[in-house]
Every structure is written in structure tokens, then in C-alpha cells.
């Protein structure tokens, strides 16, 4: 707590730091504030069964990102995952498309003309997914609940204003992440996105206590006790997960460039257990969308048995066949983005070698197999992590509170709250004041 106190001292004595968090701190207010700004001509008194609807499944996933924007039919219901499923697309493009990846390959112009597609691509997406929530949005409200502009029911003017709202608002998100990024404490649309998430933790934390409390027979206050100290269990399990490296030695050739003399050094290539972060996740619910958008095609009494069971979000297949898809994508996730020989090329053109191996196409190979093994067990409990909500429902937790045991929610704040305070701990380090921890080794996503 002293070592706690001082530091907060430290980040008031920097001026700069301390403009950037209060920045920052400005910046979520607002965001919290556009959320709970009903769309023009519905009456937030009838978002009752949105409200039903949005407590758990698919929906209340989209919710929780949103920090409740979704549920209360806000100009922000739509969040940042449109920008998010634009920047995804784009990443995809970057690994198959040659065309962008010399874009990729061309530094800050091309980083530029990138984010200036994505944002383009964010437009088209969410002009897409407006309608569709609006068409939600007139299933769910009953017909007072939504002032008619031209006649009896929501007409023409409802349905176009909607859509140009929801999607100035979801630029609006965007913006506000690229200004956390820019003036604040930095990584902006992850931090979005964990605000939404940590917004909904004391709502689903209270409805779990007030749950346990109701309980007959007595020993809800000792379940909801344990049901914290797993929830600490897990997270502390992420946090390696997120942080966990294998280090392979590289000694540098001494070069002698006029008078100094580089390399000669060993140093560590760091290999992480967890390269692919939350990708494989998002691409692997996205694969299990599949079968609830065909069974939306057909009667209830054509899905067969099998496929009325991947429609079961805490079933065992579905939970099964997510995990092993989310094994497979980490695989390929990490083939594409980290490529051995690449990397073992690279170590040459700087006149580096792993010890005890060749450089070349033995590198690449004593690399290749690094990752091979590194990436198994990442894999692995990266899959667990991901069905444990569906696990903890099993047990009695509420779904929205089990939302916050796993998946990518967990990942998502574990990873921000480390690069966030991994830049605090930069800040103070470089101003010879003392970090958040004695070894000043606080490891982010990308440490």
C-alpha cells in the first residue's frame, strides 16, 4: 500500500503523465455518458424485453462490449466492434493479399492509407449492422415505445436517421479510442472495449450476491466467497498466459564501425506462449455463428440433434468443437504472423546465430520447432479459457456473471490493464522515479 502511495505521488510529479491519465479519464466519461443516450423517439420505458433478451447468449456477449449501450438502445449500441471486425478483415487482407502487404511493408504511408481503409471498411459494416439492430430493436419495443415520425409505425425517416445515428456514433467510439491513443495513456480501442466490459462487472457481480443471498438452506455467502476467489484464480492464470515467453539466446558478431565495436553480446529472442492473444477466440465464434445462422433459415423441426446441440451455448459439443477450433486457429494464427524463416533471415542480415546452431534453414528449423512446442499448450488453455463461462454455468453462476470468468472479456482486461500499466511503469522509469513494482518488469501484450 506505502509502495502504491508513492507511486501515485510520482505520477502526480509528471506533468505529462498526469495530463494524459486525466485525458484519458475525460475521454471514458464521455464514452459512459453517450451510452446511455436513447436513439431519438424510443422511449427507454419500454426496453424491457431488450433488456431480457440482452442478458445472455450472443447478445448479451455484444452487451457487455458495448458497456450496456446495446441494451439500452443507445447512439453507442453498436460499440467499436464494427471497427474491430473492419480491422480484423484488413489484418486477413495483410496476410493473403500481396497488395497489402507492400502497403504494410511501407512504414508510416502505409500504415496511413491502412487505417484510412479500415475506417472506411467501419462504415460500410456498421451501415450494414444498423439496420439489422434496429430491426431487433422494432421486435423487442412494443409500438408505443417508438414515437412514430410518419404514420402509425417507425416509417421511412425512423429507419434512415437510425442508421445515419448508430453509425456517426460507432465513428464517434472509434474517435475516442484514436484520442487515448494519441493525447491519452495509450492503446485507446482496447481500452474502449475494457470499459465496456469492466462497466458491466458491478451490475453481474451484485445480481450473483443478491442471487446467493436468496438461496435457501443457508451457505450462499461461502459459494459466492469461493466464486471470487476462482474468478482471482483465473485471472491470475491469464496474467501468465498473457505474459509467458520462452527465450532463445542469440549472440551478435562483434562488427567494428570506426572507432566503436557492436555486438559481441548475447541477447534473447522472446518466443510468446500466447502470440495469437484473442484472435483464434474471435475467429472460432465467428465458425460457431454458423450453425445458428443456418438453423435461422430453416423450421425448428429440420435442425437435426446435432446440429440443435452447437446451438446450445453451454452444451458439451459446442463447447468441444469451440475448443478445438480455437486450437486449430492459434496454430495457424501463429504459422502466419511469426514465420520461422523470416526471422532466421533476419538474425543473418544482423550477423546474429542461435549457439549451437547453423544459421539458415537450421535456424529456421530449431525456431519452427520452438514455437511448435511453445504454442501446444498456449493453445490449450487458451481453449480453456475461453469455454470456462460455459463451465462455471454448471456450477450454478448466473450466465452474465460467467461471461467474466473466460472468453475473450477476461483476456481483453487482463491485457489492457498490463499494457496500461506497463506505459505508467515506462513513464516513471524514464524519469528515474520508481514503477509499480520493485523489478520495474511489468510485461504487456507486446512486452
Known sequence: MKRFLETLRNINKIEELRKRILYTLGIIVIYRIGSFVVLPGVDPAFLGALHQQ??????????????????????????????ISASIVMQLLGMMIPYFQKMQREGESGRRKMNQITRLLTIVITAFQAPAYLTNLVNMVPAQGITPFDGAAPGLFFWVSSTVILTAGTLFVM?????????GIGNGISMIIMIGIIARLPFALFAEFISRMEETGGGGLVIFAVELLFLLVVILLCILLVQGTRKIPVQYAKRIVGNK?????????????????????????????IPITVAGFVSADGTGG??????????????LLFAVVIIMFTYFYT????????????????????????????????????ISRIVLPGSIFLAFVA?????????????QFAQFYGGTSLLIMVGVVLDTLQQIESHLLMRHYDGLTKSGRIKGRNG
Open 387 to 399: 469455454v470456462m463461462p460455459a463451465i462455471v454455468t454448471k456450477f450454478g453462476v448466473s450466465s
Open 54 to 83: 440482452t442478458s445472455d447468449g450472443i447478445l448479451g456477449l455484444l452487451n457487455m462490449f458495448s458497456g450496456g449501450a446495446f441494451s439500452n438502445a443507445s447512439i453507442f449500441a453498436l460499440g467499436i466492434m464494427p471497427y
Open 175 to 183: 474517435w475516442l479510442g484514436e484520442r487515448i491513443t494519441d493525447k
Open 306 to 319: 446435432f446440429m440443435r446441440a452447437l446451438m446450445n451455448f453451454d452444451g458439451f459439443w459446442y463447447n
Open 261 to 289: 565495436q557492436y555486438g559481441g553480446v548475447r541477447q534473447y529472442l522472446p518466443m510468446k506462449v500466447n502470440s495469437a492473444g484473442v484472435m483464434p477466440i474471435i475467429f472460432a465464434q465467428a465458425i460457431m455463428f
Open 335 to 370: 504459422a502466419v504472423t511469426m514465420n520461422p524463416q523470416q526471422i532466421a533471415d533476419d538474425l543473418k542480415k544482423n550477423s546474429g546465430f542461435i549457439p549451437g546452431v547453423k544459421p539458415g534453414r537450421q535456424t529456421a528449423e530449431f525456431i519452427d520447432g520452438v
